[in-house]
Nanobody, 124 residues
Framework: QVHLVESGGGLVQAWGSLRLSCAASAPTFSRCYMGWFLQAPGMEREFVAT????????YYADSVKGRFTISRDNAKNTMYLQMNSLKPEDTAVYYC?????????????????WGQGTQVTVSS
């Protein structure tokens, strides 16, 4: 069973920065893909970024390319999302997610494990 806990959300002004954290516990990180998703009020949950925990490429949604960076600390079993140049439209609940697979996915339904979410609010 994979257990995920997000932290680091908050209120920030436009063009500011935040770093989200996702503490992960898992029986193994082999073949594990981790991802970040967001859900704005009244909207469906959507993909932000994903990478394979052990090696592999990183993928970003077009809306965050160049502004957000996904990374990990293997020693702490923690994934991060560094968010720079934040915009009011980035306001949402941000979730981390995990799946075991041989390939990456941007589909919400492909992820089996989810954290509880952390609120990010960007003021104009």
């Amino acid at each position: 069973q994979v257990h995920l806990v997000e932290s680091g959300g908050g209120l920030v002004q436009a063009w500011g920065s935040l770093r989200l954290s996702c503490a992960a516990s898992a029986p193994t990180f082999s073949r594990c893909y981790m991802g970040w998703f967001l859900q704005a009020p009244g909207m469906e949950r959507e993909f932000v970024a994903t990478f394979r925990w052990i090696g592999g490429s990183t993928y970003y949604a077009d809306s965050v390319k160049g502004r957000f960076t996904i990374s990990r600390d293997n020693a702490k079993n923690t994934m991060y999302l560094q968010m720079n140049s934040l915009k009011p439209e980035d306001t949402a609940v941000y979730y981390c997610a995990a799946r075991y697979s041989d390939y990456a996915s941007i589909r919400t339904n492909d992820y089996d494990y989810w954290g509880q979410g952390t609120q990010v609010t960007v003021s104009s």
